[in-house]
């Protein structure tokens, strides 16, 4: 089971890549994985930001998603800042880890 230090540097390491394929201004990692605190059965929360007067078509979210998961071998919670609940947004606050 991957933990939040190898997910972390996978995301890093892939990170230019994503960003010349998709329109997006960051990424970080909330929940579970972002506090140590995952399981075997958890998913790997991401947050992402696109760039400004952008958006990601359906595809390519789904593509993202797709990325994300070949790259972490996890299923994926990908959430946009821009649509997050705003309870969310509250908890995910205090452990997102950008990368």
């Not at 998709?22 to 399981?39: C, D, H, K, M, V």
């Not at 930001?49 to 998961?69: F, M």
């Amino acid at each position: 089971m991957p933990n939040q230090q190898t997910i972390i540097q996978e995301l890093r390491q892939q990170l230019p890549r994503l960003k010349k394929q998709y329109p997006i201004a960051q990424i970080g990692l909330f929940g579970s994985y972002s506090r140590n605190e995952q399981t075997d059965d958890s998913d790997i929360d991401i947050l992402y930001q696109t760039l400004p007067n952008c958006s990601l078509s359906l595809q390519n979210y789904l593509d993202l998603i797709t990325d994300l998961q070949s790259i972490t071998h996890k299923k994926i919670d990908l959430v946009n800042l821009k649509y997050i609940n705003p309870v969310v947004w509250m908890e995910a606050q205090k452990d997102i880890i950008y990368v």
